[in-house]
């Protein structure tokens, strides 16, 4: 029975390696076509992975106002701006149709690291016969960097520019979590709504983990080496992955309260029915388990009302490392039994902050279509990774329900559980 308390999706804006925009997106989706490309944005060939998600038809100078915000905007808070206007657009939302004070944002984000061409002038200032020269610094900070270069790497920066710009002067947050950043800011947008702080929220995550820094401070260690296939290097959950792919990109959705949406003669997308989050102990020497993803989607099931036979499917995390997918699956399994499951991923690559939302869309455009998105490159099953993959073709006939989860390295786990309308 539905409640006016109830919280609805009414637009979403997607930045991705497959498309810009709803429509775009969603054709890319049903033709399962690959994002995962050569990297050109830089010159790679110190790195030993030259390939991944890359976003090539993102113009900034179309998608920022006002313009002169690029100056203080790195790629990320580019791609989340750029989302966030998608989705709002798509809502028809503008301050005419909603109170200011009771619209707010919510974004996840990465770590933002610095561009290198921005360090460069006060590095090498700092250097001499070929030494770093530690005293240096502080006076070559003040006299080569741009007084507002710290705007650009803040994680907080794309909520703030979101707001202003939309003139969102209700709750504000941003979630700094890795990868379960995004799909947190849907829990707490959602959270804002049901306790009667806002009537809109725009939840969204962006990430770019193809900046060169962060390819260097992170390494190769984790990533997928299959250059001369890179289309199907990522193969969440399938016996021959050997690593993930990076990749760029930012989701955003509109929720409303259900009074709010019908007040105003908005088109319902989808319902996102409860979340849930938790977090396990890492002891020495260990990696994830498991039980942190077994509770979420325990707690989200219990939560939303959900049976394990009435999910109509899984919305994974699917990283395509061997053992975090391992790790996965049985989680979801041990749960779930074997509900289908669906990896996005393997489409655009590992978008850091920004997968969680931008995956969460497929299910919720899926519910919508009534199928469930086939995961691409699945073709080997790996009995360590005990789930019921959807590959081939779409799934029809499913339950309109859906558990869209994302976990990290470092033990948290998040589920959101959504509906069709």
């Not at 829990?187 to 962060?214: F, K, N």
């Not at 890492?282 to 939560?303: D, E, M, Y």
Request: charged content about 20%; aromatic content about 4%; proline content about 5%.
């Amino acid at each position: 029975m539905s409640s006016p308390r109830d919280i609805v999706i009414t637009g979403l804006g997607v930045v991705s390696p497959i498309g810009i925009g709803r429509q775009a997106f969603w054709e890319s989706v049903l033709a399962n076509r690959s994002g995962i490309r050569p990297l050109t944005s830089f010159d790679t060939s110190g790195l030993g992975v030259r390939f991944g998600g890359q976003i090539t038809d993102f113009d900034p100078k179309l998608a920022v106002r006002p313009r002169k915000s690029l100056k203080v905007m790195s790629r990320d808070i580019q791609l989340g701006f750029a989302a966030a206007d998608l989705a709002l657009t798509d809502a028809g939302i503008s301050v005419p149709a909603v109170t200011t004070e009771r619209f707010g944002v919510v974004f996840g984000s990465d770590m933002i690291y610095a561009d290198i061409e921005d360090l460069e002038g006060t590095y090498r200032r700092a250097v001499i016969d070929g030494r770093f020269d530690y005293s240096l610094w502080a006076e070559a900070i003040q006299q080569e960097l741009h007084p507002l270069w710290l705007l650009k790497h803040l994680p907080n920066m794309t909520a703030s520019h979101v707001a202003i710009a939309h003139e969102a002067r209700g709750p504000n947050n941003s979630i700094v979590l890795g990868d379960v950043s995004g799909l947190l800011a849907v829990a707490e947008a959602a959270s804002v709504i049901r306790r009667g702080w806002a009537d809109v929220m725009l939840a969204g995550g962006t990430g770019c983990r193809l900046h060169p820094t962060a390819m260097v401070a992170r390494g190769a260690a984790q990533l997928s080496h299959r250059g001369d296939e890179f289309e199907s290097a990522s193969r969440p959950f399938d016996r021959d992955r050997d690593g993930l792919v990076n990749g760029e990109g930012a989701g955003a959705i509109v929720l409303e309260s259900r009074a709010h949406a019908e007040g105003r003669g908005a088109t319902i997308l989808g319902q996102v029915l409860a979340t849930a989050s938790r977090c396990e102990p890492l002891a020495r020497g260990t990696g994830v388990q498991g039980t942190s993803l077994r509770q979420a989607i325990r707690g989200v099931c219990r939560a939303a009302g959900l049976a394990p036979g009435s999910v109509g499917h899984v919305n994974a995390h699917g990283l395509s490392t061997i053992e975090m997918d391992r790790v996965e699956a049985r989680a979801i399994a041990a749960e779930l039994g074997d509900v289908p499951v669906t990896a996005p991923k393997a489409a655009f690559g590992h978008l850091g902050a920004g997968g969680g939302v931008v995956e969460m869309m497929v299910s919720v455009l899926g519910l919508a279509a009534g199928i469930v998105p086939p995961t691409r490159n699945y073709q080997t099953p790996d009995p360590a990774c005990p789930v019921n993959v959807v590959h081939g073709e779409p799934l029809t006939g499913r339950p309109a329900t859906a558990i869209a989860v994302n976990l990290c390295t470092t033990g948290q786990a998040v589920a959101v559980a959504l509906a069709g309308e």
